[in-house]
C-alpha cells in the first residue's frame, strides 16, 4: 500500500487535472456556441472544434494515466490508449473503484477515437458532420464526470484516513 502522503499527492494532482478537464470543457462550449451562432461555418471553425475535443480528450486521458499509474502500474499494450479507458470501468477488488461508469466511458470512447482521426488527418479533409457527432459526446461531459470524480476522491480521502489511524 502507498503511503498517505502519496496518496494526497495523488488526490492534489486528481484535483488538478479535473480542473483541466474544466477549462478544456469551457473551451469547448464556447467554440460549440461560435459555430452554432456563426452563418460562415468553415472548415477552420470545425478545425478549432475539434482542437477543443482533441484537449478535452487528452485532459481525461492524463487523469487517467495518473490514477493507472498510481494504483496499477502496468500500461504496456500497443493500444494502451483504448485498454487504459476501458481499465477505468473496471473495479478492481482490493485496490481500487471503477472510476467511470459504461455510460461516461461510451461518450470519452468516442473522444479517443475522434483524437486518432483529428491526429492523423494529412490528405483528407476535416468532415463536419464527424466533429459534431464527437461534439455531441462531450456536451456536458466534465459536469457529468464531476460526480465520479468526487466520488474517487472521496475513495482516496479513505485511504488517507485509515493510513493515518482514522484521524
Partial sequence: MKSS??????????????????????????????????????????????????????????????VAKFFENNITDLTWHKALLERMTLHIEGIRPALLDHSIGLRIEELLKFRHVYRNIYKSPLVAAKVEFANQAANNLAADFKVRHERFLGFLQGLIDELDGGT
Fill in 5 to 66: 502522503d502519496a496518496l494526497r499527492q495523488l488526490r492534489a494532482e486528481l484535483m488538478q487535472d479535473y480542473d483541466f478537464i474544466v477549462v478544456n470543457a469551457e473551451k469547448n462550449a464556447i467554440m460549440t456556441a461560435r459555430i452554432a451562432i456563426s452563418k460562415d461555418q468553415d472548415e477552420f471553425a470545425y478545425a478549432a472544434l475539434g482542437y477543443t475535443l482533441h484537449n478535452l480528450y487528452n485532459a481525461f486521458e492524463g487523469y487517467f494515466f495518473r
